[in-house]
């Protein structure tokens, strides 16, 4: 699987969009992007996941650009929450199956 | 649906002595993965099932290490002979393989200390 980095931190006011970069510079043509979010004392919990196009839901909206390099997750209305450690992770298939690599993530801190 | 769940929650144990994880995936899930999570870092792949069978094991998964899955549905993870780099939170996931399913769902995690 594709090495990932991010951001160690970011703060974000809330009620303001967060947006969290992440690179994959080297990610395969059959490699997704996922991103999973982990709130203190809690296992990760699964954001979202994309190949190339845009994707949204109810959580969070992932850009992913053209060149497929890097991706930028947006929460677009943070909130006290939604302060967390955000993982990027570069996965083959578009599928559950298989391991997941976790880096060690963006802590998110969303200020009052 | 009330989720995965890992028993117990927090162990504390001697070094040297052995220890047993328990994890209950969601019901009709047939995958199962136990990850390794140490302070400030992401969690580390340890092995995954499907169904009763171990797919994939990874290197940091040491002959100290087994873990099983006798019927499928819910497994356990054994340490033998505890060392002190073995404290970390032990976190299991389970999914269901079906076409458009991707999330692999998160237990709370055990939490080992070892003294």
């Known amino acids: 699987d594709a090495k990932t980095t991010q951001p160690p931190s970011m703060d974000c006011a809330e009620g303001r969009a967060a947006n969290l970069p992440c690179n994959h510079s080297?990610?395969?043509?059959?490699?997704?992007v996922y991103w999973y979010r982990q709130i203190h004392s809690q296992g990760p919990q699964y954001i979202i996941h994309?190949?190339?196009n845009n994707e949204t839901n109810e959580m969070a909206s992932l850009i992913i650009t053209e060149d497929r390099k890097s991706s930028t997750l947006i929460l677009p209305h943070a909130t006290l929450r939604d302060t967390a450690v955000y993982y990027c992770?570069?996965?083959?298939?578009?599928?559950?199956?298989?391991?997941?690599?976790f880096g060690d993530g963006t802590t998110l801190t969303v200020k009052p | 649906d009330t989720g995965v769940s890992q028993d117990p929650r927090h162990k504390i144990t001697k070094r040297g002595q052995n220890v047993t994880f328990r994890c209950d995936p969601i019901?009709?899930?047939?995958?199962l993965y136990w990850y390794r999570q140490t302070l400030g870092q992401g969690p580390e792949f340890l092995t995954y099932?499907?169904?009763?069978?171990?797919?994939?094991k990874s290197r940091l998964l040491s002959d100290r290490f087994s873990a099983e899955r006798p019927k499928g549905s819910f497994s356990t993870l054994e340490i033998q002979r505890t060392e002190q780099g073995d404290s970390a939170m032990y976190l299991c996931?389970?999914?269901?393989?079906?076409?458009?399913?991707?999330?692999?769902?998160f237990g709370p995690g055990t939490r080992l200390t070892v003294t």
């Open positions: 996931a389970s999914s269901f393989s079906a076409q458009g399913s991707y999330e692999q769902y």
């Open positions: 080297t990610i395969s043509g059959n490699e997704y």
């Open positions: 994309g190949l190339k």
């Open positions: 992770i570069v996965r083959v298939g578009s599928t559950n199956a298989g391991k997941s690599t």
């Open positions: 019901s009709e899930h047939n995958r």
């Open positions: 099932f499907q169904n009763e069978a171990q797919l994939e």
